[in-house]
């Protein structure tokens, strides 16, 4: 029997109550979580560190990227004998490791970006729009996201690579298709369940479209999780890049990513280790914060779990112990 709760949808709220019994929404909520959590904190302080970098560091650093100094080549780093551009060593042609990490900072995003927006958006319109209708719809989706699933997605961008000429557009657009099952199959999963409950019912008895009930209705519930997917898949996608980079079939110079860095630098691990060192240090550290944030973020837009997160750390530890001891 169902209660009148349920004639309306449970969407995710972003406003706690304090101890004041002051009532605050809105930024400073998931503001107040994300500096509740330290670890997840920091992680954000480093994408926005790297995104920052991406966007006025090439600027900054003016052509130190490309230019050649032979009289320098293979420069040990943490030495300021030949200016702070130099501070992480230099390449068997002498351009600078920190000026070509900043430039392949743009250019890995520059992939990575675009190809989880692009994947994300179509898989989950029409994942959406699939569990909504049902019926056919669902059934050709799915067997279309069974299909472009059935092929490893780093070895189907091989091949496609191969095959056409490797750039910029078209890894994005590879690495893109190849992601779209991943947002359909969660977004058709969301919107299925979705679509018995009984506030969709009464919007439909009403006289709401369908295209209406997705807007309002459906889109609000599932896009916490489509985030969350979306925040881990950028690591993949990153991941992917470096990968085919370092396959010969990625970016290609003159242009510079973290992934062909490590490629390019492998031949003198022995005698500049740095060369690799550097950008393989930058895909782990990014990743690795990504991975955290998404952890934050998945807590933060759960219901059921987000109250954790509006409890500082140290109250919260003494909480458990507390919880344990009674136990």
Known sequence: MSTQLDLVPVKPTTAIVGEDGKRTSGRKVWLRMLLNDRVAACAAIVLALVFLTALVGPWLMGDLATKIDLDNSNQAPFTLAHGWANILGTDPLGRSMLARLVVACQTTLSVA??????????????????????????TLAMRIADVIMSFPSLLLAVVVLYVFSPSAANIVLVLAITRIPVYLRTARAESAELSS???????????????????????????????????????????????LSFLGIGIQPPDVSWGLMVAQGRTYLHTA???SFFPGLAIVITTVASTILAAWARIATDPAQRWRLTIPQKRLSRFAKTTTRLA
């Open 113 to 138: 970006i675009p190809a989880v927006v692009i994947s994300a958006v179509v898989g989950s319109i029409i994942g959406m729009w699939a569990g909504y209708y049902r019926g056919w719809r669902e």
């Open 197 to 243: 409950r009984v506030f969709v019912d009464a919007a439909r008895t009403f006289g709401a479209s369908g295209t209406s009930i997705i807007t309002r209705h459906v889109v609000p519930i599932v896009l916490p999780t489509l985030l969350t997917v979306a925040t881990l898949d950028f690591c993949y996608v990153m991941l992917a890049e470096s990968s």
């Open 273 to 275: 280790w740095w060369l």
